[in-house]
């Protein structure tokens, strides 16, 4: 098995990690999928990433139809407007690899494919958009991790991907605990992304700042006690699922970075989704249903709804 003809649907942050990998082979097809002024918009502009402008190849979701791999890195808000193009671009051969934050984005894109197309998936990727360029430290970064979640499926998949990552630059790992890798990783998102996006604030405060630190603290205990109920089992997952790629003190997560430039949030992926599974539960999650206001809020505010000035 080879995957010769990879499409990326969604060319953020996360995309542009790994169209930067994958343009260095080029012997695949790669491509990215958009359509009307985004794809005209790409197709001149290009994609600036550390400096360098890319221009890979731009395809509506009927002309990327039946690529071997669909890379999808949208953001959690514009994943259920996406649906059908992806859809439209998972053919019956198409691996599918969701790069997304969350704990239930291959759920929602098994409700239009099989879900056994899709490869479970996280990516760690600590980057920052400055004007119209993405910028991130390829040597720091964690890199993708992926594995089969019904390991019966054999590792076919599996050794296709790692020889599509061979000698990309890009940094990567297979795992046989691939859902415990993904609650791993929203453990960390939960808390560390949204309280410094409440305090607006460089990630150091959870470092020189106790109050910043207990907010934090308090959002984690709530992703520990849904997970234990649900039977994650933290301890299985690879020793770096315990921490994020390397930044410094002055580094904003995504969810700051989106209220810094006035876009809504992943908050529903996070707090949000945090709330919904402790209602199921029955485990209160105060601490993040303040957080999902109050992010709420300041998305409000960023758009202009209660400005009395």
């Not at 990879?6 to 097809?29: F, R």
């Not at 890195?73 to 969701?98: E, N």
């Not at 690879?238 to 390397?246: A, M, Q, W």
Request: proline fraction near 3%; charge should be negative.
């Amino acid at each position: 098995m080879k995957y010769q003809s990879v499409a990326i649907l969604g060319a953020g942050a996360v995309g542009s990690y790994v169209m930067w990998g994958l343009a260095k082979k080029k012997e695949i097809d790669l491509c990215v999928v958009a359509s009307g002024e985004r794809k005209a918009r790409y197709e001149r502009d290009g994609f600036v990433i550390n400096g360098q402008v890319y221009h890979p190849a731009v395809r509506t979701p009927e002309e990327a139809a039946g690529v071997d791999l669909l890379i999808v890195a949208t953001k959690y808000q514009a994943l259920r407007p996406a649906l059908g193009d992806i859809q439209t671009v998972a053919g019956g051969h198409t691996t599918v690899m969701s790069l997304m934050n969350g704990v239930d984005s291959e759920e929602i894109i098994g409700e239009v494919i099989d879900p056994s197309q899709i490869v479970y998936s996280l990516i760690k990727v600590a980057s920052e958009r400055k004007g119209n360029q993405v910028v991130f430290d390829p040597e720091t970064t964690i890199g993708i991790v992926y594995g089969e979640a019904d390991l019966s499926r054999g590792t076919g998949r599996i050794e296709a991907l790692n020889d599509l990552f061979a000698g990309t630059g890009l940094h990567y790992r297979a795992t046989d605990v691939i859902r415990t890798e993904i609650w791993s990783k929203f453990r960390l998102n939960v808390p560390n992304n949204q309280a410094q996006a409440m305090v607006g604030c460089g990630v150091g405060a959870y470092r020189d700042s106790e109050h910043v630190a207990f907010l934090r603290d308090r959002l984690r205990e709530e992703v520990d006690r849904i997970a234990e109920k649900k039977g994650i089992d933290f301890d299985k997952a690879d020793t770096s699922s315990t921490f994020g790629s390397k930044v410094r003190d002055r580094a904003r997560y995504s969810t700051l970075q989106d209220l810094d430039a006035g876009r809504h949030t992943e908050v529903d992926m996070f707090a949000g989704a945090v709330v919904r599974m402790g209602r199921e539960l029955g485990i209160p999650t105060p601490y993040n249903e303040f957080t999902y206001h109050m992010i709420k809020a300041l998305e409000e505010k960023n758009d202009g709804k209660f400005d009395y000035e």
